[in-house]
């Protein structure tokens, strides 16, 4: 029997399989779901083990774990080291979800769940492609490592040690990551970059507790007044970021670069009736595309303060706070970066507050790759046969930690080939995962 053969036979059971996968609420971000998490990675190393891994171990991190697993065969092969997460994003707000988001439902062809698209899916393919491999034809081409992960969406905190721990383990000639996007059902790319990513929180704490605003009101600072007077100050009027030291290190696109972004198909008018909003909005001087992709960006991801419940209570809050996320631009430092953020906040606090920020962990730096790196011009070959036209070289506006993790600690670039959409509402409710997906990833 050929591997397509053996394919195709177990279409039904690897479906079957993906949505016992699916029905496991492994949130990372969410202490309550640390156990679901392990379960997770036992799924994915006890299937390992199942499509004939040699060697298959769930590993500590000293927070989520990650699972790895070889087929070694000679020492003279290229060695092939497979990536991918098992952790999910939360699900919150859970009342947008059409179906219960860890029960998964197919419709269309489509999977709905959380994880479905990022990354459980995209995941779930290499597993089975190396399984109809070695059930067929009892040996692969190359030799091939796999190294899964628990902690993505949380920024990877516990894999800088973890990884230059295990070097020996994880060395390898090239990394394959199933975490990614194409950029249509009829339009592949090829991703050679990903932007950096850090993250903080402001908490602002001004009386000891809510206060009568008719009787207080004009006589204390407002901690609402005071973070939104900080908030405000971080872009001008053009949404360009206004902290002094952001733009330093930033690596300008070469003309190269911008030639191949404007490649691909967006049409402004077009993304911002898709977006329902009036028109776009962004830093002068760059394409939508750009700014989207290789531009760094500092964006106030959530406020909480004050009354928020129906109708008006007059009171002067006690307490305000934000949430803050920067995506990082080639050649910025995660470290730096944070540093005049943290000044900028100092700078603009009004008096009568005390002001504390909590700088996240899992800070990361931007990737980017040689678009005639052979490893894509491999992945590029494989894409036209599979969409039948040549990929789009493209870089992602999101963030995968270990992709940077991988080639400072390692020395190997990595290859995206992951088969999400951007209409699958990755991060979002109703999240989906195309079942031809699967077929293509296979």
């Given at each position: 029997m050929e591997w397509?053969?053996?394919?195709?036979?177990?279409?039904?059971?690897?479906?079957?399989?993906?949505?016992?996968?699916?029905?496991?609420?492994?949130?990372?971000?969410?202490?309550e779901h640390e156990t679901d998490v392990k379960m997770a990675g036992q799924w994915v190393a006890d299937r390992l083990k199942q499509a004939g891994l040699n060697h298959v171990e769930m590993m500590p991190t000293g927070g989520h774990p990650v699972v790895y697993a070889d087929w070694i065969q000679e020492d003279g092969l290229p060695t092939v080291l497979i990536y991918g997460h098992f952790d999910t994003q939360p699900v919150d707000p859970l009342d947008l979800w059409d179906s219960p988001p860890f029960e998964p439902v197919i419709k269309q062809d489509r999977v709905f769940a959380r994880?479905?698209?990022?990354?459980?899916?995209?995941?779930?393919?290499?597993?089975?492609?190396?399984?109809?491999?070695l059930k067929t034809s009892g040996k692969l081409p190359v030799n091939v490592k796999f190294f899964f992960e628990g902690q993505e969406e949380i920024g990877s905190p516990q894999l800088p040690d973890f990884v230059a721990q295990n070097k020996t383990l994880l060395a390898c000639d090239l990394v394959v990551s199933a975490d990614g996007?194409?950029?249509?059902?009829?339009?592949?790319?090829?991703?050679?970059?990903?932007?950096?990513?850090?993250?903080?929180e402001i908490r602002v704490t001004g009386p000891s507790k809510d206060y009568h605003s008719g009787l207080?009101?004009?006589?204390?600072?407002?901690?609402?007044?005071?973070l939104t007077h900080i908030l405000a100050s971080f872009h001008d009027t053009d949404g360009r970021v206004a902290v002094t030291g952001f733009y330093d290190d930033v690596r300008e696109p070469t003309p190269e670069e911008r030639q191949q972004l404007a490649a691909l198909p967006m049409d402004e008018s077009e993304l911002a009736t898709h977006l329902q909003v009036p028109e776009l909005f962004g830093e002068p001087g760059y394409t939508a595309v750009e700014r989207g992709a290789i531009r760094p960006t500092l964006e106030i991801c959530g406020v909480e303060g004050g009354y928020q419940g129906e109708g008006i209570k007059g009171i002067v809050p006690a307490k305000a706070q934000a949430k803050i996320v920067c995506r990082l631009a080639a050649d910025q430092d995660p470290e730096k970066v944070s540093a005049a953020i943290n000044a900028h906040i100092r700078n603009f606090t009004l008096p009568g507050v005390r002001v504390d920020v909590i700088n996240r962990d899992g800070k990361v730096g931007a990737?980017?790759?040689?678009?005639?790196?052979?490893?894509?011009?491999?992945a590029a070959g494989v894409l036209k046969k599979l969409y039948g036209k040549a990929p789009l070289t493209s870089r992602c506006?999101?963030?995968?930690?270990?992709?940077?993790?991988?080639?400072?600690?390692?020395?190997?670039?990595?290859?995206?080939?992951?088969?999400?959409?951007?209409?699958?509402?990755?991060?979002?409710?109703?999240?989906?995962?195309?079942?031809?997906?699967?077929?293509?990833?296979?």
């Open positions: 397509q053969d053996y394919l195709t036979q177990n279409r039904d059971r690897y479906i079957a399989e993906m949505l016992e996968f699916l029905k496991i609420p492994s949130i990372s971000a969410q202490s994880g479905a698209s990022d990354d459980k899916g995209n995941l779930f393919s290499p597993i089975t492609a190396v399984e109809a491999m996007l194409q950029l249509s059902p009829d339009q592949p790319k090829v991703e050679i970059g990903f932007r950096g990513n850090m993250a903080l207080y009101g004009g006589v204390i600072q407002n901690p609402i007044h005071a990737y980017l790759m040689p678009h005639d790196h052979p490893g894509n011009i491999a506006g999101g963030t995968i930690p270990i992709c940077s993790l991988f080639l400072e600690t390692l020395g190997v670039y990595t290859v995206n080939f992951a088969f999400s959409y951007e209409d699958e509402n990755l991060h979002s409710p109703n999240e989906f995962f195309r079942l031809e997906s699967l077929d293509r990833g296979q």
